[in-house]
C-alpha cells in the first residue's frame, strides 16, 4: 500500500532564510507526488506536483521541490521564507495505472515563518 | 472561476443526530471527491465520485455514512446516526477529470463537533 511520511511536526525558520519542509514516500511503482497548503479556516491548496521529467519541480509562489527516487523523497523548498508563507503544508503521493487507487495525503507539517 | 462551495461552515450536534453537508464543485469537473480531515491528521478519502457514478468507497463507513451525486453536479453527504469520532472538517473537492495527475480544487470545508 502507498503512504507519505512527513517526519517533522513543525518547522520554524527565520523570514528570508531558506526553507525546507520533508516528504518521504513508500509505493509500489513510479509515483506521482504533490504538495498542498492549508492556510487556517481554508481547504487545501495545490502548489506543485511531480509526474516525470525534470526532478526539480517549480510550483506556486516561489516553491519548489525535488524528487529523489534513491532516496524516496520529495522535499519541498523554497530560497527566502515569507511569514506569509506559515501554514499548513501536505505531502501526497498517488500510483498511477494502478486502478483506482486514491490521493493519499500526509499528516501535515506546520511551518512558522517568524520575522 | 468561482471555487468549491460548501455549506455549512460549521456544525455542532450532539451524538446520535444526523447532518448533512454540501457540496457545489467548480463548473465542469466530473470527478467530485469527499474527504474527512480529523486534526492533527492529513485528509483521508471517503468517497470519489466520476459524474454521478461511485468510483471508490471503500474508506466510507456505510452503516452510518452515506453520499449521493445526483445529476453529476452537486453533492450531499450525509452521517445517521453521529458519533464523537466523527468530529472533523469534511473537505469537498474537485477535479477536471479522472486523470490522476489532475490537481484537486477543494473547498474551505465544513467543521463538524459531535458532543
Known amino acids: 500500500a502507498q503512504s507519505v511520511a512527513q517526519p517533522e511536526d513543525q518547522v520554524n525558520v527565520a523570514e528570508g532564510n531558506p526553507l525546507t519542509v520533508k516528504c518521504t514516500y513508500s509505493?509500489?511503482?513510479?509515483?506521482?507526488l504533490f504538495w498542498y497548503v492549508q492556510y487556517p479556516n481554508r481547504g487545501l491548496q495545490f502548489l506543485l506536483k511531480?509526474?516525470?521529467?525534470?526532478?526539480l519541480v517549480k510550483g506556486s509562489y516561489g516553491f519548489e521541490a525535488e524528487f529523489n527516487k534513491s532516496q524516496t523523497s520529495f522535499h519541498l523548498k523554497k530560497p527566502s521564507a515569507l511569514v506569509s508563507d506559515s501554514a499548513l503544508y501536505f505531502c501526497?503521493?498517488?500510483?498511477?495505472?494502478?486502478?483506482?487507487?486514491?490521493?493519499?495525503f500526509g499528516k501535515g507539517t506546520r511551518l512558522s515563518v517568524i520575522a | 472561476e468561482a471555487g468549491v462551495a460548501q455549506s455549512p461552515r460549521y456544525k455542532i450536534i450532539e451524538k446520535r443526530q444526523s447532518v448533512a453537508f454540501w457540496c457545489n464543485p467548480i463548473s465542469g469537473h466530473a470527478t467530485l471527491y469527499w474527504y474527512q480531515q480529523i486534526l492533527g491528521q492529513g485528509p483521508k478519502l471517503l468517497i470519489q465520485f466520476q459524474n454521478n457514478g461511485v468510483v471508490d468507497d471503500s474508506q466510507l463507513p456505510k452503516d452510518r455514512f452515506s453520499a449521493e451525486r445526483l445529476k453529476g453536479v452537486d453533492s450531499t453527504l450525509k452521517i445517521q446516526p453521529a458519533k464523537l469520532e466523527d468530529s472533523a472538517v469534511y473537505l469537498c473537492a474537485s477535479s477536471a477529470g479522472q486523470g490522476e495527475n489532475s490537481p484537486l480544487h477543494f473547498g474551505n470545508g465544513t467543521r463538524l463537533t459531535v458532543t
Open positions: 511531480y509526474i516525470t521529467g525534470d526532478n
Open positions: 509505493v509500489s511503482g513510479n509515483p506521482y
Open positions: 501526497a503521493v498517488r500510483v498511477p495505472y494502478s486502478g483506482n487507487t486514491p490521493l493519499v
